[in-house]
C-alpha cells in the first residue's frame, strides 16, 4: 500500500444496515444459545422416541410438540428483540440517521456531521470487525460505529480500506479473507 493512504466518503447509515449489524454481531456473542436451543429438542426429541411405549404416532407427537414449539417461540422472540432494540435506537438516536462524512487514515478514523465530530486513532479502537455488508469499529466490547461497504462504491475502495485497518490494527481486525490482486 501506497504511503499516505486516505479513503474519504460521505454516507448516511440506514436502518437496515444499522440492524443487520446489531443482529450479526448479537448472533455471533450468543452462538452458543443456538446451540442449545437446537441441542436440547434433539435430545429431547430422540429420548421421546427411544423411551416411548407406545406406538402411537399421535401420543409420541404430543410428546415432542411443546419440545419443538418453546425453541421455536424463544428463537423468534429473540429476533424480535434485537428489531425492537434496534429500531428504538434508530428512530432515538438522530447521529445515527444523519449523513456523515469519514476519513480513514493512517492517522486513524474521523467522523462528521452538521451536529457533531471525532477523531479516532487506531489506538483507541478495541476491534474492528468486518460483515458482508459493513465494517464495525468498537471502541469498547458494547459500543461500535456501523460503517455500510456499500458507501464505499467499489470492491477497490472496500480491499484498500482492509489493507488500511489490518495494518495499523493487526490482530485486532478481523477481516475477511480476501487479498488484492
Not at 469498547?140 to 455500510?148: K, L, R, T
Request: proline content about 4%; some cysteine; glycine content about 4%.
Amino acid at each position: 500500500m501506497e504511503a499516505g493512504t486516505r479513503i474519504e466518503v460521505d454516507c448516511e447509515l440506514e436502518f437496515r444496515d444499522f440492524y443487520h449489524a446489531l443482529r450479526w454481531y448479537s448472533l455471533r456473542r450468543l452462538w452458543w444459545l443456538y446451540c442449545i436451543l437446537i441441542g436440547l429438542p434433539t435430545v429431547a426429541i430422540l429420548s421421546t422416541f427411544r423411551n416411548s411405549d407406545s406406538d402411537q404416532p399421535s401420543s409420541r407427537l404430543e410428546a415432542v410438540l411443546p419440545t419443538l414449539v418453546v425453541p421455536i417461540l424463544l428463537v423468534g422472540l429473540y429476533y424480535w428483540s434485537i428489531y425492537r432494540n434496534a429500531r428504538r435506537q434508530f428512530k432515538t438516536n438522530s447521529l445515527l440517521r444523519e449523513r456523515r462524512h469519514y476519513v480513514f487514515s493512517e492517522e486513524g478514523l474521523e467522523t462528521s456531521s452538521p451536529s457533531s465530530s471525532s477523531k479516532l486513532a487506531w489506538a483507541v479502537l478495541h476491534k474492528i470487525l468486518e460483515t458482508s455488508e459493513s465494517f464495525l469499529f468498537f471502541t469498547s466490547n458494547v459500543v461500535m460505529v456501523v460503517f455500510p461497504k456499500g458507501a464505499l462504491g467499489s470492491e477497490e475502495r472496500i480491499q484498500a480500506l482492509r489493507v488500511l485497518i489490518r495494518q495499523q490494527l493487526g490482530p485486532k481486525a478481523k477481516m475477511k479473507k480476501r487479498q488484492a490482486e
